[in-house]
């Protein structure tokens, strides 16, 4: 008997045990004569909480319903006819409720107003969404959402009811499919008239607040995160602390921050185009240093060289000397990266290429006038050495 039509403010009650079996994972399903737990269904995860017997409490950390039994997950076996006190977690089953109920009048308000029906519902411990059959934008999000606050603010009651078949037949309400049998009706008045077994407020004040903190084209429709109550509570906090954080960093005020960031990540850009300059005069110079008359000139750079300044550095090189122009960049434990032209004598490059490859066992190739490819795992002093045999 699920004692949570009663009323789903039954946070504790006595039960009998019916049966306790094994689980595949060693675990155990327990099954109660009448219970509280609100098992896991519609979207929803299950009550938490614990059963107690005459010794000990046991944690419940699942629970299941498959053919109208529940099933409570335990770690211990307890005996067929024993007599046990429930509990459920309030703080966590009371925020589903905040949820659930939060989502009936978003699903209402979405349903009167934009004619979308409500095809998806996922609510866990971290999240909850909504789907959407229809497109809804940010602005029609922001007017839903103060709508929704309106209805929590008006405090209007909820009543959950299992209507007899003649009331039922002529009640217009939403439902994901066909009903058959007892079906359970909550009405949050005058936003809403929904089919739904499972826990709600009996006042929209509980909700407290409803925040909507996503909104992302899906399937034809949209799906919707929103949070409620403690949750929305916790995010605004969360999301203060950033903010709080960033005015700290960049000594403004809040409505300061987003020009700031704007200021420093275009100063950034100017600061990296100017530091590409500076380099490419660096090279300039450094290049000027090596005699004109050296045949083959191969530089050693560090990793933070990147592929383009080694193209313009072997350009340079080449147009200066006569034989093979390389750079490597890199570190003998990161490996190095490699790009070579060849000089003013057009030395053939695949010779080059060749012992990288067969002794060094780089990766790589190429052309008789330019090659690149990588190598790693040497030590570079023995491959220049190699290379000055050439
Ligand atoms: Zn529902």
Wanted: charged content about 30%.
């Amino acid at each position: 008997m699920e004692i949570y039509y009663e009323s789903a403010y039954i946070k504790e009650f006595d039960a009998a045990v019916i049966s306790c079996e094994k689980r595949k994972d060693g675990k155990y399903d327990l099954i109660l004569d009448r219970t509280a737990f609100f098992p896991e269904q519609g979207g929803q995860s299950s009550d938490i909480g614990t059963i107690t017997d005459a010794f000990k409490s046991h944690d419940v950390t699942h629970v299941s319903i498959k053919d109208g039994v529940i099933r409570h997950v335990i770690d211990e076996p307890l005996n067929e006819g024993e007599e046990v006190h429930g509990i459920i977690d309030w703080k966590h089953r009371f925020s589903n409720m905040q949820q659930h109920t939060g989502e009936h009048i978003f699903s209402g308000i979405v349903s009167s107003e934009y004619g979308y029906d409500n095809v998806g519902f996922h609510l866990s411990d971290t999240e909850v969404t909504m789907d959407y059959n229809g497109l809804l934008t940010p602005d029609n999000i922001r007017d839903i959402e103060l709508k929704v606050n309106r209805a929590i603010w008006e405090n209007v009651p909820v009543i959950c009811e299992f209507p007899d078949e003649q009331t039922l037949k002529s009640l217009n309400y939403r439902s994901k499919k066909e009903l058959s049998g007892d079906v359970r009706i909550v009405t949050v008045q005058g936003y809403d008239v929904c089919a739904c077994c499972a826990p709600h407020v009996e006042h929209t004040g509980e909700i407290g607040i409803l925040k909507v903190t996503g909104l992302q084209n899906y399937k034809g429709g949209v799906r919707i995160n929103i949070l409620c109550g403690r949750r929305a509570l916790e995010y605004i906090n969360c999301q203060q602390q950033i903010v709080d954080e960033l005015s700290r960093q960049f000594t403004t005020s809040f409505d300061n921050i987003i020009p700031s960031v704007k200021k420093l990540s275009s100063e950034n850009t100017d600061l990296k185009s100017e530091l590409s300059t500076v380099k490419e005069k660096l090279i300039e110079y450094e290049l000027k240093e090596i005699p004109s008359d050296k045949e083959n000139v191969i530089l050693v750079k560090d990793e933070s060289t990147d592929g383009n300044s080694m193209r313009r550095i072997v350009n340079l090189l080449a147009q200066g000397h006569d034989g093979f122009c390389g750079v490597f960049a890199g570190s003998d434990e990161k490996g190095y990266k490699f790009v070579f032209s060849s000089g003013q004598k057009k030395k053939d490059l695949n010779e080059v290429i060749k012992v990288l490859r067969e002794v060094f066992g780089a990766k790589g190739g190429g052309n008789a006038q330019m090659i690149q490819g990588s190598l790693s795992g040497i030590e570079i002093s023995d491959v220049l050495e190699k290379i000055e045999e050439l």
